[in-house]
């Protein structure tokens, strides 16, 4: 199976901010600039997944229209990362002490007393099962740069725990509005943690 991934435009949010799960719109010209550059790029009538946050869903729900897509479908466990207290806070206002402790434990600890990477590639995983099991030739996901980077590190086939390393530990930035395919050659089980 062919995924799609297309991270969203970029937010309307200032820079510095960390804003993971937070629902941060998209401004109406970033929106349509990205669908115009999208439409004619992606494959038509292909079934298409995407974050329920706005700043993929509103992109999402225009592209659906425009290919034509055989399926729309907003699923919550493509969602950002939630970083608890963190959210919408500057990250060069957040103690240096409790970043450096997620440095340390990247994959188990959970920023501002949010969501941890390991929950995340747990949900992001399941995801993925539950496609491949449906057996599409192709697929658009219209996603985050995190749940990306976990849909590639998750082709590696390494338990789970090691796979949130693998993506959290990465320097791979992802641009806004960029495509990213992958090919999954056989159905995942997903290994235990």
């Known amino acids: 199976m062919k995924l799609i991934l297309v991270r969203h435009p970029a937010p309307d949010v200032a820079s510095g901010i960390c804003y993971g799960s937070s629902d941060v719109a998209v401004a109406p010209?970033?929106?349509?600039a990205a669908r115009a550059s999208l439409r004619g790029s992606l494959p038509t009538h292909l079934p298409?997944?995407?974050s329920p946050l706005s700043r993929c869903a509103a992109l999402a729900s225009t592209l659906a229209g425009d290919l034509r897509a055989s399926r729309f479908t907003h699923d919550a466990r493509l969602m950002e990362m939630d970083f608890g207290s963190w959210e919408l806070r500057a990250w060069h206002d957040i103690a240096r002490?409790?970043?450096d402790a997620w440095a340390f434990d990247l994959a188990h600890y959970r920023p501002g007393g949010g969501e941890n990477v390991l929950a995340m590639a747990t949900r992001v995983a399941a995801?993925?099962?539950d496609l491949l099991r449906e057996q599409h030739a192709a697929v658009i996901v219209i996603c985050h740069a995190g749940t990306i980077?976990?849909?590639?590190?998750?082709q590696a086939g390494l338990p789970l725990a090691e796979t949130a390393l693998l993506a959290?530990?990465?320097a791979h930035k992802i641009a806004y509005g960029a495509v990213v395919t992958l090919d999954f050659q056989r159905a995942i089980v997903t290994p235990a943690i």
């Open 29 to 32: 010209h970033i929106l349509a």
């Open 48 to 50: 298409m997944y995407t």
């Open 97 to 99: 002490g409790e970043i």
């Open 127 to 129: 995801f993925l099962d």
């Open 149 to 154: 980077r976990l849909l590639s590190a998750l």
């Open 168 to 170: 959290a530990s990465g």
